[in-house]
């Protein structure tokens, strides 16, 4: 623990985007080290998404700084992929119970790292104290791809659409059992490799940017599985107010799950995990194909798994929105990730 | 303790901008409820300032609701001021122990009614579990004046210039004295009128946004004095690299510190308190008669307390930046709030 002020923290280990502006970055007027930040108007609408990491909630004490950071910028990112988004520039509010030079440094290099990874300039921020754990609050800004604002939303999904997921399931439940194993679940032998993939995605979640942004105008509504596939299925349902049905024999699960599991986890994990940071999303049938060509381009498997069925009745209870079926395949866990 | 779902706080507690969606916030194109928030594309440069708020550290657990919310935004709008900035939108990163309803409900009740008072939409932000004191961050983004992107930055001073202060100091020194007696303090005595006027002021600061507003073009630096005359004059000093000299016995005094109070006592908190919210500029002599007329509209004050005096050589210690003159005026505690 040193002395270090807040403006020494800023100047040595947030001023990335200040020291190594490039031409990307030309449209900051104003930096880190005044009131505020100022950036250069954008001819598209602004979008922005914020998310909060606290520690010992949404992650144990001991992960590494650049697994913070990774995890805090991944799961912001994901919220720019699901509406299809540009980002360009981000706020960060840090609040810390001590001042760990070491931490500081390899939280910060990630951080810039991958700042420069998708061009978002770290424009400004709050470096406060805090008496217990650690808490993180990015706030990323961006742009819509046109200037009309068209992006992916959650309320667009018309009846006949199909349902689609990128990726493979199940990452994020299987690496939270690699990293904090249940007490009572039967031990699980995972490969080598599969293990590390596993643990790589959920430390550096991987934002479908790319993939969000070729959906706008194909897709009718998007949304990035973070709370897990029914929960997010069920929010895409709700605010689009129609029913989707799942085809549990078409899920993509993700080949290090397909071992001595037991087959209800596994389902369990597919449905309900969350920490997945696919997109889901739907679109009507005749973007099949072209939604296979961005796929290819993009080396990102998408696979349809699901339609879109009926309008849902105003009076419908919401368990009734999203089902799955599949020989030994079950909805109940229709809850992902809660909040509180 | 309810078993609110994140959900159900957002749409019951902070869709204020939706539900009362008037014109002025017409050009919110998603607001609450997706993966982000997207408003329309504005003319002018973008400006954006994050604050953080926790308890235990800035406020007191025993702090009422409505004063978190109003002091909360109050620290973030006074930013947008020292900018000359006007802001338009708003995200909120809110950590929470346990759900309080009727905390919430007096939160959320402020939070609308200020929003609705600077005109400021709540367009997003994340609502999560912490497992100690609440942590608020608000993140304010808004636009500057004019398509140029004017604004009110730290580092234009200019020797020659005059340097101002807004309104009267002392207020947030005295009112965290009232509210947190140190234990070897002297009584003061403190009558009741100035008692409740200073508390207002500090549970409420008052942004100076059309002060700020109305300088930009005028004043050559500004800054909010959020942590404290001297230190924040040392950061226009620092950065406009520059001497300033301060005439104590020119320096507003709050009307409530003219009582038994130790003179000592008196000048430190004027020059080292903070939570002040005040701006602090400078500005060339012949904006003087402009900068009273501006004063007069606005029914607020502003005092010429000072003088930039010399270029600061590049290897002078911070220490000589900033010097008050005065009989008994002592410019020992450069040094206001520091947030380690």
């Given at each position: 623990?040193t002395?270090?002020?807040?403006?020494d923290?800023?100047?040595?280990?947030?001023?990335?985007?200040e020291?190594s502006?490039?031409?990307?970055?030309a449209g900051?007027?104003?930096?880190i080290?005044?009131?505020?930040?100022?950036?250069?108007?954008?001819?598209?609408?602004?979008?922005?998404?914020?998310?909060?990491?606290?520690?010992?909630?949404?992650?144990?004490?001991e992960?590494?700084?650049k697994?913070?950071?990774?995890?805090?910028?991944?799961v912001?990112?994901?919220?720019?992929?699901a509406m299809?988004a540009?980002?360009?520039?981000m706020?960060?509010a840090?609040?810390?119970?001590?001042?760990?030079?070491?931490?500081?440094?390899?939280?910060?290099?990630?951080?810039?790292?991958?700042?420069?990874?998708?061009?978002?300039a770290?424009?400004?921020?709050?470096?406060?104290?805090?008496?217990?754990?650690?808490?993180?609050s990015?706030?990323?800004?961006?742009?819509?791809?046109?200037?009309?604002?068209?992006?992916?939303?959650?309320n667009?999904?018309?009846?006949?659409?199909d349902?689609?997921?990128?990726?493979?399931?199940?990452?994020g439940?299987?690496?939270?059992?690699?990293?904090?194993?249940?007490?009572?679940?039967?031990?699980?032998?995972?490969?080598?490799e599969?293990?590390?993939?596993?643990?790589a995605?959920?430390?550096?979640?991987e934002?479908?940017?790319a993939?969000?942004?070729?959906?706008?105008?194909?897709?009718?509504?998007?949304?990035?599985i973070?709370?897990?596939?029914?929960?997010?299925?069920?929010?895409?349902a709700m605010?689009?107010?129609v029913?989707?049905?799942?085809?549990?024999?078409?899920l993509?699960?993700?080949?290090?799950l397909?071992?001595?599991l037991?087959?209800?986890?596994?389902?369990q994990?597919?449905?309900?995990?969350?920490?997945?940071?696919?997109?889901?999303?739907?679109?009507?049938t005749?973007?099949s194909?072209?939604?296979?060509?961005?796929?290819?381009?993009?080396?990102l498997?998408?696979t349809?798994?699901?339609?879109?069925t009926?309008?849902?009745?105003e009076?419908?209870?919401?368990?009734?929105?999203?089902?799955?079926?599949?020989?030994?395949?079950?909805?109940?866990?229709l809850?992902?990730?809660t909040h509180?």
């Amino acid at each position: 623990m040193t002395s270090l002020s807040e403006f020494d923290i800023i100047k040595r280990y947030f001023s990335f985007t200040e020291t190594s502006a490039g031409p990307s970055h030309a449209g900051t007027l104003v930096g880190i080290g005044d009131d505020a930040a100022v950036v250069a108007a954008h001819k598209n609408p602004l979008v922005v998404a914020t998310d909060t990491l606290i520690e010992g909630v949404h992650f144990p004490p001991e992960f590494l700084a650049k697994h913070v950071a990774s995890r805090a910028m991944g799961v912001n990112l994901s919220d720019f992929a699901a509406m299809g988004a540009t980002p360009r520039w981000m706020t960060m509010a840090l609040s810390l119970p001590h001042i760990d030079t070491d931490w500081l440094a390899a939280f910060s290099q990630r951080l810039a790292q991958i700042c420069q990874q998708y061009n978002v300039a770290l424009i400004g921020g709050d470096t406060t104290r805090i008496d217990h754990g650690l808490v993180i609050s990015l706030t990323v800004m961006g742009e819509t791809q046109t200037r009309s604002g068209l992006c992916l939303r959650r309320n667009g999904a018309q009846v006949g659409d199909d349902v689609w997921v990128s990726g493979s399931l199940g990452k994020g439940a299987a690496a939270l059992q690699l990293l904090m194993p249940s007490k009572n679940s039967m031990p699980w032998i995972c490969n080598k490799e599969s293990k590390s993939e596993l643990l790589a995605s959920f430390y550096m979640p991987e934002p479908r940017l790319a993939l969000g942004q070729g959906l706008v105008g194909i897709a009718s509504a998007a949304i990035d599985i973070s709370d897990g596939l029914m929960a997010d299925a069920n929010h895409i349902a709700m605010q689009s107010q129609v029913k989707i049905i799942i085809d549990g024999d078409a899920l993509p699960i993700h080949s290090g799950l397909e071992t001595n599991l037991n087959r209800q986890i596994v389902q369990q994990w597919v449905l309900s995990g969350g920490d997945e940071y696919e997109l889901l999303f739907t679109a009507p049938t005749d973007q099949s194909s072209t939604i296979e060509s961005l796929s290819l381009a993009l080396a990102l498997p998408c696979t349809k798994i699901g339609t879109v069925t009926e309008n849902l009745k105003e009076d419908k209870a919401e368990a009734d929105s999203v089902s799955v079926f599949g020989a030994g395949w079950d909805s109940q866990s229709l809850k992902g990730y809660t909040h509180f």
